[in-house]
């Protein structure tokens, strides 16, 4: 337990010829809460996407625990995207699907369980995220927050050990973003899993951040990394304090009324 979970070594990433950030490189450990930060466009779901399999490297690597993950075999790398979860931006629920049947879909494609082990475990998986009862809702039937949450139910359908969200408040009023800051604190403390969120949102980041990374658009790499309180508190680098203190990447969105600052 005590290796990184995640290790970022040397990293560049590219579109074709056009590097998005060099050099990055930082460790996740076991159970962090880690923030992937930094303004607009900065390469934020791009490092994402380079985390889960997506997108490869330009260069350097990304290792979970020892186990070099871009230069695995196909088999390999399969293996561990088998023990990561995602919530897209997007939530990405089946509108056509009730909440139970989009849960049980990468159950029944990987799991091999029978259908009754199936909806005890979907049933199980909404009450995690308080959703219990609310099996046969459509997706159009309930809340945006809610929508949030049943995404996170399936995220996390097959047990990951890791969970990455992307945005996982965008779009949500500052009361359910709460709730759902809540929630993945609790999730974190209950399945000992390790967790990966991107985020504009200085309330999301100071509420439940343990590690971070902050990249910047303008040089192209990353600028510091660590928890966002001690950054907040003893770093030198002004650009840092900037955006931890007024959330200027959060200036091309409407300020919502009410919203809650640290
Ligand atoms: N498929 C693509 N092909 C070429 N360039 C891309 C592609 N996807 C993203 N980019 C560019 O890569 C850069 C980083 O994009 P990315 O989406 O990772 O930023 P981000 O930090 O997630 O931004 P946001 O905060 O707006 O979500 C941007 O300049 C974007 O235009
Ligand atoms: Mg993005």
Not at 18 to 37: A, E, S, Y
Not at 44 to 54: A, P, Q
Not at 157 to 168: K, R, T
Request: charged share 20%; aromatic share 8%.
């Amino acid at each position: 337990m005590n290796a990184p979970h995640i290790t970022v070594k040397d990293l560049t990433m590219a579109y074709g010829d056009f590097v998005i950030q060099r050099d990055l490189n930082f460790t996740i450990d076991h159970g962090d809460i880690f923030i992937i930060m930094g303004g607009s466009g900065c390469g934020k779901s791009t490092l994402l996407r380079h985390l889960i399999g997506l997108q490869r490297p330009a260069k350097g690597d990304v290792f979970y625990e020892q186990q070099d993950f871009w230069h695995a075999s196909d088999e390999e790398r399969t293996h561990i995207m088998r023990r990561i979860g995602v919530l897209y931006q997007s939530g990405a629920l089946f509108s056509s699907l009730t909440l139970a049947e989009n849960i049980a879909l990468p159950l029944g494609e990987f799991s091999g369980m029978g259908s009754r082990e199936i909806a005890d475990i979907v049933s199980y998986k909404l009450a995690l995220v308080g959703l219990a009862g609310f099996e046969d809702y459509y997706p159009s039937e309930i809340s945006g927050g809610m929508q949030k949450r049943a995404g996170l139910a399936r995220a996390m359908a097959l047990d990951p050990e890791i969970l990455f969200f992307d945005e996982p408040s965008a779009g949500l009023d500052p009361v359910s973003a709460k709730l759902l800051d809540d929630l993945i604190v609790s999730l974190r403390d209950t399945l000992g899993a390790t967790i990966v969120v991107v985020t504009h949102e200085l309330a999301s980041i100071f509420a439940i951040g343990t590690n971070s990374v902050f990249l910047d658009p303008d040089t192209k790499t990353m600028r510091a990394t660590g928890s966002p309180k001690k950054l907040l508190a003893e770093s030198n680098d002004a650009k840092i304090i900037q955006f931890l203190t007024r959330g200027e990447s959060n200036a091309d969105k409407p300020a919502q009324k009410g919203e809650i600052l640290p």
